[in-house]
């Protein structure tokens, strides 16, 4: 069975952690992507790779009472946090299951498929984007948010920032994966047998606030990534967070999240 357990970013509780400040940073774009691809009352959607579970939760909320939400992740730990979540909440339009994104076998079933951030972390994401069309009804929507992660950015330079983008990449590109996806992803799209495709392209970026601190939170976040391939050492990465974290605390800094491609189409 293929899974996504080569994800070079910490999951559990840490990585929810990570995912909910994320997601809060791109709430609006997301929502607006959302709406602008006919997600609405009554509606069902699923959300392939739902990590904390945050897109699911504002899709039930879109959807509301009469629609249904369906959030899959193959991290058990994650799921089981999302379910909480979900109790908490009162929320009852929801239902997560653990599963790997290779293993979803719904069919003709979703007014909108979606996935965030996912597709970049696999070896096969051709594979799943037609599963993710599979799912979806005749006339369904398939929408990915995914990055460009080169075009990642800050200012002034900053070499341990730089540094970081490179550990990154490599850590992706030696599991086989595809930071750079998102300049795929129309093409993807078509190969997938995705009708009437579009795109567009946003990069949020900052000076103050939780968006600013993501690269140091995620270069936290895949150091034993980077540990266990040998891409470098420990004190070489305490550096890198050490001058990370300062430069973020710089109110003169800029730091912008990787360039992320949204694209969308129909299925046939």
Known sequence: MKTENEYIITGGEEG????????????????SLLTANGVSAGGSFLDVG???????????QIVGGQGRVVGVDFDETIISLDNKDEQASGITNITYQAMSAYDIDFSNEFDTVYARFLLSHL????KVLKRMAQSAKPGGKIVVEDIHFSGHFCYPACPAFDKYVQLFTEAGLKHGQNPEIGLELPSL???AGIKDIGFDVIQPTF??????WMGYITMDKIKDAVLSLGLADRQAIDN?????????????????????????????
């Open 240 to 268: 890198i967070l050490a001058e990370l974290e300062a430069y973020t605390k710089d109110e003169q800094s800029i730091i912008s999240l990787p360039r992320i491609f949204r694209v969308w189409g129909t299925k046939g």
């Open 123 to 126: 070896t096969e994401p051709l």
């Open 189 to 191: 799209f078509e190969k």
């Open 50 to 60: 739902c990590g904390g579970g945050n897109v699911s939760m504002m899709a039930s």
């Open 207 to 212: 000076q103050s606030g939780a968006g600013k």
């Open 16 to 31: 929810k952690k990570r995912l909910n400040i994320l997601s809060d940073v791109m709430y609006a774009y997301t929502k």
